[in-house]
Each structure stands twice: as structure tokens, then as C-alpha cells.
């Protein structure tokens, strides 16, 4: 996995499918339901801290062009 598209696809293997409709919350969304399938044993721990890493740097990168579109 290299971007959010990538966890995206690996969390519709277990049938999870996200779509808020902003995507920093699906980011956010997303972080919790993994945090869910890691718990339940479902996800191994390298594939988990992946994802969380990834998850966290689009999450910030997000936060950052939405601060960006408010100074405007």
C-alpha cells in the first residue's frame, strides 16, 4: 500500500466500504475501521502500521489544503 486509494481497496476486501462525502472524515472513517479488523485479528500487524501510516499522512496532507482553501 503506497496512498489512500490502496487502503481504500484493501479495506473492501473485508466488505468495507467508505464514502462520507468529505474525504478527510473517510480518512478518518477509515483509521477506525481498521483499527476494528487489526483488533479483531483480522489484519496482520506490518499490513496495520502500514495502513496508519498512511492513513496519518493523508490525513494531515487534508488538513493542510483545507487550511490552505480557508486563508483564500
Excluded: C, P, S
Excluded at 8 to 13: I, M, T
Excluded at 45 to 51: H, S, V
Amino acid at each position: 500500500m503506497k496512498n489512500y486509494y490502496d487502503v481504500q481497496q484493501f479495506l473492501k476486501q473485508f466488505g468495507v466500504f467508505i464514502y462520507v462525502g468529505k474525504r478527510l472524515w473517510d480518512i478518518e472513517l477509515a483509521a477506525i475501521e481498521l483499527d476494528h479488523l487489526y483488533k479483531a485479528g483480522v489484519v496482520d500487524q506490518k499490513t496495520y502500521l502500514n495502513a496508519k501510516l498512511i492513513l496519518d499522512k493523508e490525513h494531515r496532507e487534508e488538513e493542510k489544503r483545507e487550511a490552505a482553501k480557508k486563508d483564500i
